[in-house]
């Protein structure tokens, strides 16, 4: 195997097991006999040392800043059943905390440095366990990812690969992006689209990770969407970005007066019809908008209409930290829009998802938007990812999504 050799005291920081290497913190590579090329090859396996030669881990070579991703530390090797191993850890976590039973089959297995597998995200939907690779090393490694998902767990049949839109763009790859690694036989084809559902607390979704955004679902919402379930009883609900509509499944079965759901593209709008459908199939207080949010929002306020309770879960406004400056404006404008049309005495959920925006900017985003349209404003809830989606101490970067729920006057 390959060595990577740091330069001195530049191990303290995978001492204190932050997965990542460096390329500033390399003195020198010594490659192993098999290479032909003056470097390793972005995605082997690597083995990092100390200036004074201790074992500080193997993880994946990368092209890049982060150098190294490492999978053990204080090793040479992988151990054979490694794979295993780490992803049974995983399911533990989940089973331990209560998140895998017949009322809820939907839950995030693997969440990258944050269940120590950087690069790698999987996600449980009934029988069906979605991956995406991050990461050129993770890619390699997709069919033992894939036998070790079905040995670990139970209610696990198939596993899709969907890294089309996660993997390095310019790193050359070889093999599929998309596809079954793994299918049971006796599925239909046509399930896909039309008979998957998968269980989320007691509601029923249906999810297409085929076609739909990341995995399929957004499986990071479930602890957030209980707590509208909460507070939804006899309000009028406005859910925006909605996607598949979980906060509005979990707002009608809360007992909402009525729920109105928008979202900009019409196949998550169609996804969101299905869903309530299917849940609530006498539920007539239900709407579902096909519309841009900050024009929709706009329209709803010239028309005079107000809501006691408005969801704002917006996608990643900042995907990269040049373009945080511009998303905590965008922050603030939809709150500022939100905010005002709040009937005095109701809530907002408001959500970031970018994980280059701090908390603590955005709450200064949504103060700005508060102040702005001079409404009083408390802070009820603070909240955040959920706990299949665990954030390695060591690794704070692996925190993103951040959320206030705010009372107004
Ligand atoms: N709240 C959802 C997840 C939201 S993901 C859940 O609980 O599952 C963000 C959503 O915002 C996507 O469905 C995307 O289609 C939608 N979106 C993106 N830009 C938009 C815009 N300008 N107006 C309305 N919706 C938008």
Redesign the pocket.
């Known amino acids: 195997m390959t060595t990577i050799i740091l330069k001195p005291h530049k191990e303290e920081s995978l001492k204190r097991f932050h997965p990542w290497v460096f390329s500033g913190a390399i003195a020198r590579i010594v490659l192993d006999a098999a290479h032909k090329a003056a470097a390793p090859e972005e995605g082997e396996l690597v083995c990092v040392e100390s200036a004074n030669g201790e074992t500080l881990g193997v993880g994946h070579w990368q092209v890049g800043s982060i150098a190294v991703r490492i999978l053990e530390f204080g090793v040479s090797a992988l151990p054979a059943d490694f794979w295993e191993k780490r992803i049974r850890a995983a399911y533990q976590v989940r089973e331990s905390l209560g998140l895998v039973s017949n009322l809820n089959d939907t839950f995030r297995l693997v969440h990258g440095e944050g269940d120590w597998l950087p690069g790698l995200i999987v996600d449980v939907y009934a029988d069906t366990a979605v991956v995406q690779a991050h990461s050129v090393g993770m890619h390699l490694c997709r069919k033992a990812v894939a036998e070790a998902i079905v040995t670990v767990v139970p209610q696990v049949e198939n596993v899709y690969y969907k890294s089309d839109d996660t993997l390095p763009f310019k790193a050359a790859i070889e093999g599929e992006k998309v596809g079954y690694l793994i299918r049971n036989t006796d599925i239909p084809s046509s399930r896909d689209a039309e008979e998957f559902w998968s269980t989320e607390n007691g509601l029923e979704f249906r999810i297409d990770w085929l076609k739909g ?1 990341k995995t399929g ?2 499986v990071d ?1 479930r602890e957030n ?1 209980a707590l509208v379930e909460r507070y939804a009883a006899g309000k009028e609900v406005l859910n ?5 509509g ?2 509005s499944l979990y707002a009608l079965r809360g007992g909402a007066k009525r729920v109105d759901s ?4 019409q196949k ?1 709008i169609d996804l969101v019809n299905a869903n309530v459908a299917h849940n609530f199939p006498k539920a007539k207080n239900h709407t579902a908008v096909t ?4 024009e929709y929002l706009t329209a709803q306020k010239n028309a005079g209409r107000t809501f006691d309770l408005i969801i704002l ?3 990643a406004f900042a995907k990269h930290r040049d373009a945080v400056k511009n998303a905590l404006r965008g922050y603030q404008r939809i709150n500022a829009k939100a905010i005002e049309m709040i009937r005095p005495g109701g809530i907002l959920f408001t959500f970031s998802c970018s994980q280059a925006v701090d908390k603590e900017a955005f709450r200064l985003a949504v103060f700005s938007a508060a102040a702005s349209v001079g409404r009083k404003v408390r802070i009820l809830h603070q909240l955040h990812q959920p706990q299949d989606h665990p954030i390695n101490i060591y690794h704070p970067e692996g925190e993103y999504l951040k959320g206030l729920v705010l009372y107004i006057e």
């Open positions: 955004q679902f957004f919402q969407r925006m970005f909605c996607y598949t979980g906060f928008v979202d900009v593209s998550a519309a841009d949010a900050f879960d917006p996608p």
